[in-house]
């Protein structure tokens, strides 16, 4: 996996609370491969049924395209498990996700796959999206060994991360090597395990 | 004395491979159900070049993309998603996964057929790639959804890594008003708290009203608590479990039954242990629920009107609804009763139960559909169960199609959708845009008032039809 130290990108403001992951990317898209499914992002509320842009979406207006960065309201990433919400967000350039808060499946499997969630104040959060929108491709900086983000408007916040993700993504670490690490606990567990619950 | 625990905390202190330092944990999994949209994880397991570690642990179906047509593999019309559905086949036949292949009776959607054999116990970890795993939380089980790269984790490991959700209480007490059902409580809840209110955290459903319920209806409400946002959702096992348990094909056999039963006995929470947030509703006050927008926490009771984007509300949130009404093609104002719906869907893995079927059945009994109407079980067990019982003559009589079961029009990745523009009444769990076809309509109630949607062509009290 690729590490994730610093990103200083454009960032692309949500305002919308509760952006489910059928959203990021409609369910008839999941059964193709992954390249085939990279125009799939946001398909359904970026273009109408006949293919046309949608222009009251964020991502059809101008100054937004290159961003790597998303900001967005709270709960962003809700819903189905379907990874490929990430993925797809990877695959169009995404690197970090900024909400107050996130589906929590979602959430997870952002650190599968080298991307950094961020949870910052909702009140700021806002702040900042009101500052892209006013000027949009402005850049946000991340620095993860220092956990601060850095806005548009150059005011910088800490978050919080849990030390392990954090480890993790900073070495861009296997998680399936890490665990194998711990065979004889698992082991032992199972052990343990057959005779307490021996009609499993 | 031991403190007092709440019975996440017994299941997962149960589980504990290893605690680092750092506040993560390596927790044990028991139960890992695959469906045709885990190819992936084997996938992953190849990359690896490892070989799963548990199959004894594993249990397969296939439901995301069979046809709920025929039924027949030969049927499914895209040969990516026909390859799919194969690839569970060959897939568990090399890793040694038991199936519950199509043309097996058993075979249907994951988190119907996992209570259905036993698969499913209390005090038990159960993961699965698909978010609605919370459904087996209804048995007592600690069960969530996860992703693909977890899932190849999970069959390389049988471990995930896991920082310790919070845990949170929701209390119904008192009584179910006639025809309220589990589907109008989840939603009842859901409208409360947010579709992020239970963020971060695992919720058990207490209080009369969900003991009150069977494991049915406890099914349908653990279902969506990812609705809710929440990571899991679990309900004490009690008698009513416990009977359910008894003589399931995978469960514990007699001669280790007794010993189960005490295990499960000792998981409720014990009195006095602590939840870090408690909300409690009253069961008397929950009437049937319809959804309006694109969340399931835009839900309405069916005596209301589509709310106005309007007073006392901020910049964001008029916005918010303005979208929402735009998409749904509603006006502000209107009665809930007066929204005329153009299609009814019965199914899910959040109502395509035995019990769902006989709530809708009893509605549509001697009625006729006026809009294309579908009802398809959660399994083949479910279906073969309603039809003993004679439940598909009614539905057939009175103009519904009576289909395979599948996952079908909740997700729609079979190709089971509904067309541009059209409003359905579903028994399903998410009304999001697009969720049950591009530009799609989705409304969310229970069995009984989709029935009644139709046989009326519009949100129609389910209480006063049958009254």
Known sequence: MEPFTTLKAAAIPFDQPNIDTDQIIPARFLGKARDAQVNALFHDVRYDPAGKPIPGFVMNQPGFAGARISVSERNFGCGSSRENAVTVMVDNGFRAFISPSFGDIFFNNCFQNGVLPIRLDAARVAEIRKALHEKPGSEISIDLPSQTVIGPDGKSDRFEIDSFRKDCLLK???????????????????AKQAKELSWL | MTAPRTMFEKIWQRHVVVDRPDGYTLLYVDRHLLHDGSAGGYGKLREMGRKLRRPDRAFATP????????????????????????????????SGVTLFYVGDPRQGIAHVVGPEQGVTQPGLTMVCGDSHTSTHGALGALAFGIGTSEVGHVMATQCLWQRKPKAMRISVDGTLGAHVTAK?????????????????????YAGSAIRGLSVEGRLTVCNMSIEAGGRAGMIAPDDTTIAYLRNRP???????????????????????????????????????????????EDALPITGRIPEPSSGLDAAKKDGIARALDYMGLTPGTLLEEVAVDRVFIGSCTNSRIEDLRAAAKVVDGR??????????????????????GLDKIFLAAGFEWREPGCSMCVGMNGDTGKPGERIASTSNRNFVGRQGQGVRTHLVSPAMAAAAAVTGRFADVRRLLA
């Open chain 2, 184 to 204: 109008d409580v989840i939603l009842a809840i859901i409208a409360k708290i947010s579709a992020a209110g239970a963020v971060g955290h695992v919720i058990e």
């Open chain 1, 172 to 190: 861009g670490v296997d998680e399936v090597n890490l665990t194998l690490g711990y065979e004889k606990d698992i082991a032992a567990f199972e």
């Open chain 2, 250 to 296: 995978f469960g514990p056999k007699e001669a280790e039954w007794d010993k189960a039963v005490a295990f499960w006995r000792s998981l409720p929470t014990d009195d006095g242990a602590g939840f870090d947030r408690e909300v409690s509703l009253n069961a008397a006050d929950i009437v049937p629920m319809v959804t309006w927008g694109t969340s399931p």
């Open chain 2, 63 to 94: 439901d995301h993309y069979t046809s709920t047509a025929s039924g027949k593999v030969a049927d499914i019309r895209d040969p990516g998603h026909r390859k799919l559905v194969e690839a569970i086949q060959t897939n568990t036949a090399e």
């Open chain 2, 368 to 389: 006729k559909t006026v809009v294309p109407s579908w009802v398809v079980a959660g399994s083949g067990l479910v279906k073969a169960q309603a039809e003993a019982e």
